[in-house]
Each structure stands twice: as C-alpha cells, then as structure tokens.
C-alpha cells in the first residue's frame, strides 16, 4: 500500500508542528521561571533600605539595614547546600521536577515576605520570618542554575546548543531588569514614607504571584530523553540500584577544579560591572542616583542583545575561542574602564556597555560547557555544589571588597585583585577540551 504525497506532507508538517510547540515551551518555561529566580533574588536588596525598619527595630536606620543586609549575605550561604540538594534531585529524580521544586520554593519566600506582618506587630517573629524566607530563597537559587542549564542544554539541538544556554543570563537579566525598573516606577508614584509602609511589599507580592505562573509552566514541562535514557540504562545495569551522587562526583576532582577556576573570575567581574558598579558609582564617585540606575538599566539591555550573538558564534567556531577573546580582553580593560567612570552617568553607561559586550562572551556560553563537561549522572550536581560555593564566596564579596578598598583609598588594589581572578579563568578555559556540538550521552 501506497501512501498518498499529500497525506506524507501533512504528517511531516504535523510533527513540525509538535517539534516547534515543544521548543516554545521549553524555552518559555526555562526563560519565565530562571527570570523570576532571579528578580526574587535581587529585588530584596532594590527594596532593603525601605523595608529594613519594618523587620528590625533599633532605632537606627543604618542599624536596620546592615542588619537586614545580613540576611541578604545568609542567603548566598545557603546557595552551596542548594547546589547539592537540587542537584541530587536533577540527578536522581530528574531535571524538571528540580526546577519546579525550586521555583517554587523562592516563590513562597517572596510571597511570605510580602505578607509578614512588620516587628510592630509580631516581634521578633518578623526578622525570623524574613530570614527564613531568605534561607528557603538561597537553597532555591543555588539550585536553579544548576538544575535549569543541565535541562536546557539537554534539551537543545547540539548544533544549536551555544545559542539555547544564551537564555540563562539572558532571561536572568530581564528578571533582574523587570526589579529595577519597578523599584524606579514605584519610587516615582510613592512618597517616601507610603514606600517604607506598604510600597515595598507590592514587589515581593508580585515576585510570589509570578512565580506560581512559572510554576504552572515548569509543571507542564516534560523529562529529557538523554535523562531518561540515562536513568534505565543504570537501573538495568545496576538492578535497580544508582551509585551515591557524592562519590560520583568526587571521582571527578579535575571536573570540580575546573568548574571553579571558570567562575572565580567570571563572578567576580560580573558582579562588578553588572550588578554593583551602579551603587559603588553613586556611593563613591558621587553620581547622581537616578542617572547611575539608568546608566546600569541601559548597559544592561546592551547585554541583552549580545548574549545570543556570543551564543551563536560559539556554535560556528567553537567554546574556547569566544570565551578567551572576551575574558582576556576584560581583564585587560580592568584599569581603563575604571578609569572611564568620573561622576558622569555617560561615562558610567559607556564602561558598563562595553565590560558587559565582553562578559557576554562567556555568561552566553558557560551553561552550555557545564552540561558538556559532566557525564549524564552527575551533570547538574557536579555543576551545582563547587559553582554555588565559588560564587558564595567570590561573587558575594565583590561589592564589598571594591568598597572597603576604595574606603581604604586604594581603589585599584580591587582591580588588580579583579584581574588575578580573571588571569584564573583564562587559565582554566585552556585546559578544557573543545566541546562544540558534543553528543551529551557519549561519556555515559
């Protein structure tokens, strides 16, 4: 029996169809959930100096806000145990029921502080609460990136993979971008004290409302075929029984080494010239505020455009090549981009664009040389655990560092340290093999 050409044409145009609402949804639901991680991650340092009094009652407002920050620092210590328990659950139990549990964990920790009654009214509850929430928020960011970059890499075609891991940074960034700009439309329709009464909670409100939409995306959101592939293979071999991830992943020291010397200088820099440079501007250099955030805000969307171009590139001629040029390069311009920011917000503009063109280079790609790093059974763990503790301990301290060395009056002492941190990166992207298009099973 025949089968009529039509009838071919219309099967073959049909399971396009099913391939593109396949993608759609990935990438939807990736995109919607990691960009929600990461408002609720860094909205509550936008917001910490109006809501500081709510939760703490010393008298002092900078009391109050150091004290509140504190909570902020306690979160990045949660993040490494994070890496591990959601990695296990990638590991183990699969990669979509990893990002949904932890979507939904930061999501009841921005509602729950959004709804906390204030120290007013319960005491010494509320600082409790708050740090609980943040606890539950650092556990569920320090697995998302591990959890999210492994299903997506997996995901991608591997001709295209460069390309699909642009949307961790890039969807990351429209979250952070989505809190700043709210923070700035707020700070424009509310007076200062309505923003210290009931204005910050609407953005943790919102963060908790979102997040449960995520949630809804990620729970539709099906297995990736070289997981599931992978976890029968090991079950049959083993009947039944998976070796420890632990012992999997300490098995693999040159593989952890690796994934830390990547993010030393990658975190630092980042945090430098993506997140803090607005602040210490404004703090330091005496920039007027409202022209720094938006020097940051338009730096940012320069960002955005040149992740999924570094993406590509790496697609076309390779890993190493686009994360050398850009790394070396940053690291070089350490002293004249610093030089640049006087006490303008053009300067402030200029600097921060051409840092982040550079830094694309590599946030577009890393996702993608993780998950072709690891084998299939510790893919997300053996990324989770040392990235979480590298960027706990260098990218949490970046601001503070540039800061108490400008304090000291010897701001390029920072830079200097920035750039050893850098020359560590480098090193290590030399000694990775080149993994464009890599078949992601072959190791298993």
Partial sequence: MTVEP???????????????????????????????????????????????????????????????????AVGFVARPFGGFVFGWIADRKGRQLSMTIAVALASVGSLVI??????????????????????????????????????????????????????????GTIGVLFGTLLGAVLAMLLDKTQMGDFGWRIPFILGGLFGFYALYLRSKMTETEIFVEDAEMEEDEGHGERPSVLRAILAHPKLLLQVIGLVIGLTVIYYTWAVAAPAYSITVRHMSAEGALWAGVFANLIFLIVLPLWGALSDRI???????????????????????????????????????????????????????????????????????????????????????????????????????????????????????????????
């Fill in 6 to 72: 039509h009838h071919s044409q219309a099967v073959e145009a049909a399971h396009i169809r099913v391939h593109k609402q396949s993608t759609r949804k990935t990438l939807v639901g990736i995109g919607t959930g990691n960009a929600m991680e990461w408002y609720d991650w860094n909205v509550y340092a936008t917001f910490a100096a109006f809501f500081s009094h709510q939760f703490f009652h010393s008298g002092d407002p900078v009391t109050d806000l150091l004290s509140t920050l504190a909570i902020f």
């Fill in 114 to 171: 959004g709804i906390t009654p204030t120290y007013s009214t319960i005491g010494v509850l509320a600082p409790i609460i708050l740090l609980i929430c943040r606890l539950l928020q650092g556990l569920a960011h320090g697995g998302e990136l591990p959890s999210a970059q492994t299903y997506l890499s997996e995901m991608a075609p591997r001709e295209k993979r460069g390309l699909w891991s642009s949307l961790i940074y890039f969807s």
């Fill in 318 to 444: 390779g890993r190493k090549p686009v994360m050398l040029i850009g790394t070396v390069l940053i690291v070089v311009l350490m002293f004249p981009l610093s030089w640049l920011v006087k006490d303008q917000a053009w300067q402030l503009f200029v600097a921060m664009a051409i840092a982040l063109i550079l830094l694309g280079s590599t946030t577009a790609v890393v996702p993608a040389v993780y998950a072709e790093m690891f084998p299939t059974s510790i893919r997300a763990t053996g990324l989770g655990v040392p990235y979480s503790i590298a960027v706990a301990l260098f990218g949490g301290t970046a601001g503070l560092i540039q800061t108490a060395f400008a304090d000291a009056g010897n701001p390029n002492a920072f830079n200097w340290y920035a750039m050893a941190m850098g020359v560590i990166s480098i090193l290590t992207i030399l000694t990775l093999k080149e993994t464009k298009g890599k078949d992601l099973a072959e190791d298993d």
